[in-house]
């Protein structure tokens, strides 16, 4: 197990390295990159800026000097607030990601694998059909579509919950996003899950459960659900990554200053090295809850890690 | 003996198991009605689709879904079709106990043995966590697996396939069931896996007094452990009686067809006794008697289903029993030619006598010498871990000469499938010499499965590579490859047609679209098969049809040898006897050589004239084969021939024990010195020391050329 | 229980696995309703504008803000500078169809190949091939798509480019996984023992036997590109004025959705029921073209 583990690790520094060097390339060196003359920059920003980036040197070394900075935690200087870094803004809007995405998530995965495996159970029952309905509504309809339909009932006609914005971790705020994040969510999970449930069940190991005269409640938890829930492990993966889209426009419908609106404004205001470090802040994440998967999956199938 | 007059411990009346299918209602038994005894040891005999499996199944309630079960299965007076589920729980496991085909799919490979082991004694006997460690662990003793604790803290990916099938028995005997259902257990094992697994249920069934239900297609199995026997096909029963009985004088014409189709380890060489058609499409059963299509003896009166008459040795069939007998059909099928090829003026009889093989011999049609073939593997955990090779082949040399037979048999693991494809150059490999037709090949780059293109890049591609391509290339045209599953060597998305006008599109491209038509027209039906198919795609066609085709396939460029890979493995017995005969028919008339592949000794018996027997990826005997057969020279071949049940009550009874001990070194580790030596009974300190070369061996008894690797031969 | 033990039937005329495929397809009423449905949305968003009085980006200071309704010509309603919305939608539906379409072309293309190169030729070249894959695979698409959306600007072929860079990779590993099963298929190994060249092996083995799972895996990206584009063109990255998209009209309508709800549901509805149909087609096809049963 240990071997396996340091062996994903291993695997995960070249990633990093090779993305960090493909987007740094991408930003400073396309063309309408941030030296281009139209664009006027600050000169308190191009101050930060060379002392920061050694803007003197060659790409190349520029870039050492970045990763160097990125080893000491230091994600660089704004390029369009001279008085913040990219770490201040990051503070301030990581918490705030981490905890709605984080709730969803887990809430998602809780009820999820709980509806998934009802409907696998009681297969074309109403509770089934629904699932797979609401499943599929769920994965169609966009984050986009459902975030301005939910403030509309919530918010505006209902007057439960309001529109938008934050304070400092208020409950109501955080509502609506994380039912949203939630929502699209458990769709998915809950329609893989069914469907390993279902395919586990006929499996020949479970017939031999069935002889030895178990029971079914003992057979679902103890047999079935193990090897049931590894799909719904490998669905994480791409999860996480569509939940960061999602996060993305959730953030904006709501007017949370979180981490994909940071990615949107910096987007619209050409900030590249906010940007550049919201990528690499993004990737790291996503290279890690790849490696917590993975270490999940060999938890799970002891045929992975012997 | 079992005392016949004991109370019945499961009575089963007029049993029916059907399906609702898309396509319709599909009846998988019918009428089965039949008594077991306490103690008793019973057998299901039957092929493809005879439902021999469904009706247990239906019996403890284990069907898939969308099978209803009829009628009423008594155990102990309790009808178990009509238990509430949670009674049919305290039954199922505790008095009556199944183990099932595949071992490795039958465990549960995310949970450790021990939980599966446990869980039952938990769950029947109310057992405390260590009380039942206890009992499994002596349970796994009994079954005679080595080393029982560290067995239990393991995963079923982690042991061999006979183990397996050893810790499923010992699950299932945990609670000391009265009866035992073996669904063909032994099927995925090796013939001296098997043996030991037969011998195990054997002293089990002596210590414990369980009965046991044996469903099986292998006669010679139910020979030796049952004592009762019933054939099934088609969902009904054909005969039941004593297992003497059955085998002495079988009543029933699919009994004794069934008997006569499958080769034999001794006795006659004939022309097997194939059963025409194919095993029964249960969505379309005929009225009256499933067996009738493809019975000699039929008539008019078969439409109507014959009942099941008799006492203690039963039948369904209406013809007098004095009319069955192997006799009649064999008078019967002279008049009606059967899926037999008949050969038209055939060329000179290339199955050619001793003295002409013997001045052939130095012009051998392949020469192999120290064939090698590895395959890289990944060392261990880490990255940088240095690769080890899997020696699949070690060292093998032989050679082929025109129109012979030549048997290559031995168990899994041993690299026979490897070396056909080596000496095809479908995985590269390393040899002294390779010679086909007397011309020296090297080993060519191939984009085999395992391998990149690059290794072969590597390789040079000078013009000796091409001129060697090019030779390859004439090679192939006259060696072809036969199979073994029959529907996946064939590409589903292309018809008959097309599929034999492959090898003429490639080597003689100038015919046109005409001339291969007839070609292939000529061919399709020398092999069986009508013209009119030649439109349709592989998946209409049964295994044996498939298999016809692929035959067909190698034959359209009148190769000079044809390498067969195990065609009949993935085939009922009745088909198999029919592509056995096809194959020697075919061999007589075109004049071919035959590399014959199998694991199955009988088969091999059957059809070859030189026999190769391998282990771990070195031959260690080859010998004529009423030689090989009649007095084997390696302990290796010895204990393969003991093992091999024979379908006689008689020899199987008194047949000492003598089955192989010890499992298959693994081929990445292979012992030092002889590679037996682990599991040979007569191994002595010389063995491990030096590998023992495959040296000509005279004897006495033995005629023609032979030779032994052991250096106590 | 072996039901490939049917001999053939001499009655019915030979079954392809195309044939079975397209017969399956055909009684999934589901798939074929929707398949009918993407026509017409096609059609209708390809005519339509032609046909209607309305220019999409014409104001009519007469009717600003005007609720949806048969009675006059605008019978989707309009926005707050009397834009007519039906037109708009139908316009939107024609960009954010054919950056689909594009996209997905693309990123088929370039993804088939990639990974049926590096399926069948294995080893050391398919090792790196699909690190490549991987690697790319780490950051969120979306976030490579702001990248080059930024970098590049936000012409329609830039998008169309940006949205390529990243959806391509799907394919690639699954054609990669179909290739390196088909390399293992005995009919694959029975050519090789025939002679046949590698070059043929690959155009009437492998081709044929991978199409399928190209035109399933076709069908399932499409939705997922235009879903991207509109994303970006939701959060005010995607397409530009003046052309219009499905996502840059949600994104209006989302704005006034409490005075002019019609302009969100409408366009949303026409989104979402064209994703809707692709899913139920691309399950179809696969149930067609991919039965467990067979």
Partial sequence: MLAYTLRRLLAIVPTLLVVIAFVYLLLFSAPGGPFDSEKAVSAAVLANLQAKYRLDLPVWQQYLHYLGNLLHGDLGASFRYADWSVNDLVADALPISLTIGGTAIALSLFIGVIVGSLAALRQNSWMDVSVMLLGNLGSVFPSFVIAPVLVLIFSLWLRWLPSGGWNDFELRFMLLPIALLTFINVATIGRVMRGSLVEVLHSPFIRTARAKGLSLRLIVLRHALKPALLPVVSVLGPLAISSITAALVTETVFSLPGIGRLVVNGAANRDYTLILGLVVLITLVVVTLNLIVDLLYAVLDPRIRY | ?713 | MNIRSTPATQASAPRSPWRDARDRFARNRAATVSGLLLILITFVCVVGPWLLPHAFDSTDWNAMALAPGLTNSHWWGTDESGRDLLVRCLMGGRISLMVGILATLSSVALGTIWGATAGFLGGFADQWMMRVVDVLYAVPYLLIAILLVTVLGRDFYLVVLAITAFSWMDMARLVRGQALSLKRMDYVEAARAIGVSQARIIATHIVPNLLGLVVIYTTVTVPAVILTESVLSFLGLGIQEPMTSWGVLIQEGAQTMEVAPWLLLFPAALLSTTLYCFNFLGDGLRDALDPKDR
């Avoid at chain 2, 090829?341 to 060329?347: F, I, L, M, T, W």
Wanted: neutral net charge; proline residues 7%; aromatic residues 4%.
């Fill in chain 2, 1 to 713: 003996m079992v005392d016949l007059k004991s109370p019945a411990m499961l009575e089963v009346q007029h049993l029916g198991v059907h399906f609702q299918t898309p396509d319709g209602r599909l009846d998988a038994v019918r009428e089965l009605s039949f008594s077991l005894s306490k103690g008793q040891t019973f057998g299901i005999v039957g092929e493809s689709g005879s439902g021999k499996s469904q009706s247990m199944l239906a019996i403890l309630g284990l069907l898939a879904a969308g099978g209803h079960a009829t009628g009423s299965a008594h155990f102990e007076g309790r009808d178990l079709l009509h238990l509430a589920p949670y009674e049919l729980n305290r039954i199922r496991g505790n008095r009556i106990a199944m183990i099932f085909q595949d071992p490795m799919t039958s465990l549960n490979p995310y949970l450790t043995i021990e939980r599966q082991m446990t869980e039952v004694l938990e769950v029947q006997k109310n057992a405390t966590p260590r009380a039942a460690r206890a009992r499994a662990q002596t349970m796994l003793e009994a079954v005679q697996i080595a080393d029982p604790v560290r067995c239990l803290k393991g995963y079923p990916h982690q042991f061999s396939g006979g183990m397996r099938q050893r810790i499923m028995i010992a699950m299932a005997l945990l609670c000391e069931p009265d009866l035992l259902i073996a669904d063909e257990p032994t099927t995925a094992l090796d013939v001296t896996v098997q043996a030991q697994i037969v011998g195990l249920l054997r002293r089990l069934q002596h210590d414990f007094g369980t009965g046991i239900l044996m469903i099986t297609h292998d006669l010679g199995l139910v020979a030796g452990l049952c004592d009762e026997v019933m054939v099934m096909y088609g969902g009904r029963i054909m005969e039941q009686g004593s297992a003497q009985a059955l085998f002495d004088g079988p009543s029933h014409p699919y009994t004794l067809a069934l008997l006569n189709a499958a080769p034999r380890l001794h006795g006659e060489q004939d022309a097997l006794i194939a059963i025409p058609g194919a095993p029964p499409n249960l969505a379309q059963m005929p009225p009256g008697c499933p067996f009738a299509p493809r019975c000699a003896l039929a008539d008019v009166h078969c439409n109507l289903a014959p009942a099941l008459a008799g006492e203690i040795h039963r039948r369904a069939c209406h013809r007098p029993i004095g009319e069955v007998s192997i006799q009649v059909i064999r008078r019967i099928q002279a008049v009606q030619p059967l899926n037999r090829v008949q050969p038209q003026r055939a060329e000179p009889s290339a199955c050619a006598s001793a003295s002409d093989r013997l001045a052939a011999l130095d012009n051998p049609l392949l020469r192999v010498r120290d064939l090698q073939v590895g395959f890289p593997v990944r060392g261990g955990d880490w990255p940088w871990s240095p690769g080890v090779t899997l020696r699949a082949v070690r060292g093998v040399s032989f050679d082929l000469q025109a129109g012979e037979t030549l048997g290559v048999v031995g168990e899994s693991g041993c690299g026979k499938s490897t070396l056909a494809r080596a000496i095809l150059n479908l995985v590269p490999f390393q040899a002294e010499s390779l010679r086909w037709f007397d011309r020296e090949l090297a080993p060519k780059s191939t984009v085999a499965p395992n391998t990149g293109i690059t290794a072969g890049i590597t390789a040079g591609l000078t013009s000796d590579e091409t001129a060697n391509s090019q030779r390859w290339l004439e090679v192939r045209r006259q060696v072809q490859m036969v199979f073994q599953d029959p529907l996946a060597s064939l590409d589903p998305r292309m018809n008959i047609l097309q599929i034999l006008s492959e090898p003429l599109r490639t080597h003689e491209p100038d015919l046109t679209a005409a001339d291969r038509l007839d070609r292939v027209c000529a061919l399709i039906e020398r092999v069986g098969l009508d013209r009119h198919q030649l439109d349709r795609y592989p998946h209409e066609f049964s295994g044996g049809q498939c298999q016809r085709i692929g035959i067909a396939r190698a034959l359209i460029l009148r190769p000079r040898v044809i390498i067969c890979d195990e065609p009949v493995s993935a085939l009922d017995v009745s088909i198999q006897a029919q592509i056995i005969n096809l194959l020697r028919d075919l061999q007589q008339e075109f004049g071919l050589a035959l590399v014959f592949i199998a694991h199955d000794l009988t088969v091999i018996r059957h059809v070859s004239q030189r026999v190769l027997v391998m282990y771990l990826g070195q031959v260690v005997e080859t010998g004529e084969r009423s030689a090989l057969f009649d007095n084997p020279q390696h302990p290796y071949t010895r204990a393969l021939l003991a093992s091999v049940p024979v379908p006689d009550p008689k020899i199987e009874r008194h047949r000492a024990s003598t089955a192989l001990m010890g499992e298959l070194p693994s081929p990445l580790d292979p012992p030092s010195g002889c590679a037996f030596r682990t599991r040979c009974p007569i191994a002595q300190d010389r063995c491990a020391q030096s590998s023992p070369v495959l040296a000509p061996k005279e004897s006495p008894q033995r005629s023609g050329q032979s030779q032994v690797a052991c250096w106590l031969a």
